[in-house]
């Protein structure tokens, strides 16, 4: 892995590639943990199997320490200098965007308000709603999105009610929305009902891989 510093910011960020890899993904952190976080780090580590680059950097209020996270604008324009960064990185690179929950949110503002490179946007646990406070508010911006999407959702997310996302998803023509069985917002499972074997992380890189050799 590489330490390196985003442009015109000092921002911290780890890119890690893979080999013979197909894609670069720009993955940006949710609310509660930075980019070096154990959930993190798993889905670049499963992401890299299966030939997909990563690109992990730290929000502003996360680098110094803050709790309350940035406002859209300050996240927006973090975004566009990570994804300047993976351009320069990895310039022939099919480019992906995207990120855990409140990441994965502000990579779609991202994709409204900017031009971007990005051939699609990868979203695992999108935060369609507080915990016990269902609603689609905050998918309200989806329909402008041109670029494909791929949700990987747990159906224990509180955060995002399977019904509301099936029916905020569902009349997209460019998103696909996977459940992940047992998994909650943060991806942890239930060992003892969770019918299949496979490693969570390891099946929504998979996942993901299939959608992009797709596009």
């Not at 929000?59 to 406002?71: A, L, N, Q």
């Not at 308000?113 to 990005?118: D, M, N, V």
């Not at 969770?194 to 998979?206: C, D, F, Q, T």
Request: aromatic fraction near 6%.
């Amino acid at each position: 892995m590489q330490t390196l510093k985003l442009d015109n910011t000092a921002l911290s960020a780890i890119y890690s590639p893979a080999g013979n890899a197909s894609a670069l993904l720009v993955l940006a952190h949710g609310a509660g943990a930075n980019f070096e976080h154990d959930h993190m780090s798993a889905l670049s580590s499963a992401l890299n199997n299966v030939g997909i680059s990563t690109l992990r950097f730290n929000f502003p209020f996360m680098e110094e320490g803050k709790r309350r996270v940035d406002k859209p604008d300050v996240c927006i324009a973090t975004i566009a200098q990570a994804v300047a960064t993976a351009n320069r990185l990895c310039p022939k690179a099919k480019l992906f965007i995207g990120g855990h929950s409140f990441g994965g949110r502000m990579s779609t503002h991202y994709a409204v308000e900017q031009p971007t490179s990005a051939v699609g946007i990868i979203l695992f646990s999108f935060p369609l709603h507080p915990s016990k406070k269902p609603a689609t508010k905050r998918a309200d911006h989806l329909n402008a999105i041109d670029e494909p999407m791929l949700f990987l959702s747990g159906d224990r997310d509180t955060l995002a009610e399977a019904a509301l996302l099936q029916s905020v998803t569902g009349p997209l023509a460019n998103a696909q929305l996977h459940w992940l069985e047992t998994a909650d917002h943060s991806y942890k499972i239930l060992k003892r009902t969770r019918k299949s074997a496979e490693n969570v992380y390891a099946e929504a890189a998979r996942v993901a891989s299939a959608w992009i050799e797709e596009l």
